[in-house]
């Protein structure tokens, strides 16, 4: 029997930043989808409409899910009643900075016991969305889908790797939008994925295995942290010579080939950048191939926050004033702008750094209103913003721009402060400073 467009259902499991966005454009397309989690928090927010993710609206979620086309579950045997079920799981670093694909494993654990075919004999979809190495997929998830199971990948059920790229807090491009690469375990379940994701998205791109899916999104994250750190050491060059980068780049960016602009800044931060890369390292070492190059970036881009708190101390000197009790005020705490995700935010670096050296730390960002629990820094949960007025921005010896918010107002900034030290370029645009600014 033909399979084809016999989708109606489907399961993603793991509703953060990237499960809800697909789950979400999933049910826009007209298919019912069942989101899992293993948070009964988010499960319950889903199911009374409510969004805990910035950009996407509660009333989106609310309809989809008054209509009945989006119901959140903890429970997995809902899988039974789904044609596909997708996998957008956390995949960290482990304590050595070794991948951690044991959420993922733990998802296969969770689902193989419902991938028998139905009734009618459709076979069942399975894809790994999460980040991880080449052979994730046809190896790790394959070997425990099929020994739970007693089923054979490819024969009883589909398995596919297809990356998500979301992009959080973009507004130019949309899931529905972005290409979505996907590889196959064999072509059949190639052409099973591509069916799916046809009916959601604009364009597929399928490769010819799933670790040229997996190695096609560590090599787009790498592509962007190796020229990062270029960026960086350009930066820390360039400074020396009294040379701007940030008017560098603008400058190379208008010739219409050859060059695409990265920016430097304070430290890399979000769930991608800082850790993707160790993944390819991990996997290259033990394919007994070293990864220099990576790894010189990886480098060059975690001395970051050290060369900033040597610029700040820099500038306080220039006052006749030391780190050490100085009053100091991190300007952004989120990863990038204009988002509210802290996720190995390159702030937080900055602030264990400064606050060693005996400053007095307080930060402000728009988005960010309390600190929220993070393994790493114990220590700053449930830190508040301060508020943003004349008096609260003069108060502070040295203003650190560590991620540049829109929202915020920096010809304001440029008047309150008496010394900015902008990682940025966020100061570029004010004409009326009366702030001493240290590009960083
Ligand atoms: N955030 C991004 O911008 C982005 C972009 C592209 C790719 N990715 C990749 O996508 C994957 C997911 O990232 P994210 O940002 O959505 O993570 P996230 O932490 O926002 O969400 C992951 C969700 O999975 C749930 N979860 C954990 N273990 C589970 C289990 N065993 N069963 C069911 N649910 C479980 C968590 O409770 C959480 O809700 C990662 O591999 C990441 O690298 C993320």
Redesign the pocket.
């Known amino acids: 029997m033909s399979e084809k467009n016999s989708y109606k259902k489907i399961a993603v ?7 809800l966005p697909l789950s979400i454009r999933f049910c826009e397309s007209g298919l019912d989808v069942i989101g ?4 009964p928090e ?1 499960i319950d927010s889903i199911n009374t409409g409510k969004s805990y993710i910035k950009h996407i609206d509660s009333s989106q979620i609310e309809s989809l899910v008054s209509a009945g086309n989006l119901i959140a579950s903890t429970q997995f045997a809902e899988i039974r009643s789904c044609e596909a079920v997708l996998i ?4 960290p670093l482990g304590k050595h900075r070794e991948p951690d694909i044991s ?1 993922v494993l ?2 296969g654990k ?1 689902i193989a016991p419902y991938l028998k075919a139905g009734e009618d004999g459709s076979k069942k979809l399975v894809v790994l ?4 190495f080449p052979g994730t997929t046809d190896e790790d998830l394959r070997n425990i889908l099929e020994s739970t199971s007693g089923l054979k990948a490819g024969e009883d059920f589909h398995l596919a790797y297809s ?6 807090g973009r507004t130019d491009h949309s899931v529905k939008s972005i290409p979505k690469v996907m590889g196959g375990f064999t072509s059949q379940c190639l052409q099973r994925c591509i069916e799916l994701y046809s009916l959601a998205l604009d364009k597929v791109h399928p490769v010819s295995s799933t670790k040229v899916a997996e190695a096609t999104k560590l090599t787009e994250n790498i592509f962007r942290c190796v020229n990062i750190a270029l960026v960086n050491e350009l930066k820390v060059v360039y400074e020396k010579m009294g040379i701007n980068v940030w008017e560098v780049i603008e400058a190379a960016s208008t010739k219409p080939f050859g060059f695409m602009p990265f920016y430097p800044g304070p430290g890399l931060g ?3 950048i800082p ?2 890369p160790f993944y390819l390292t991990w996997k290259a070492h033990e394919a007994g191939v070293k990864t220099r190059f990576i790894e010189l970036a990886g480098e060059v881009n975690q001395s970051m926050p050290e060369y900033v708190v040597h610029i700040v101390s820099k500038a306080l000197n220039g006052v006749e004033k030391s780190i050490r009790s100085s009053r100091i005020l991190i300007l952004g705490l989120a990863y990038k702008s204009n988002v509210d995700d802290t996720r190995e935010s390159p702030s937080f670096k900055l602030i264990e750094l400064l606050a060693e050296e005996g400053a007095k730390i307080d930060f402000f960002d728009p988005h960010v209103n309390t600190i929220p629990k993070i393994r790493k820094y114990p220590k700053l949960w449930k830190k508040k913003s301060v508020e943003w007025d004349e008096e609260t921005i003069r108060s502070f010896d040295l203003v650190l721009v560590s991620t540049a918010h829109d929202f915020v107002n920096y010809q304001e900034l440029g008047q309150w402060a008496e010394i900015i030290v902008d990682t940025r370029n966020a100061m570029s645009e004010v004409t009326s400073a009366t702030a001493k600014i240290y590009p960083a």
């Open positions: 499991i793991g509703l953060g930043y990237v499960g899992l989690d293993v948070d988010k957008c799981v956390p995949t959420y733990e998802t969770s969305e999460s980040t991880t990356p998500e790229r979301e992009d959080p979000g769930h991608c850790i993707d």
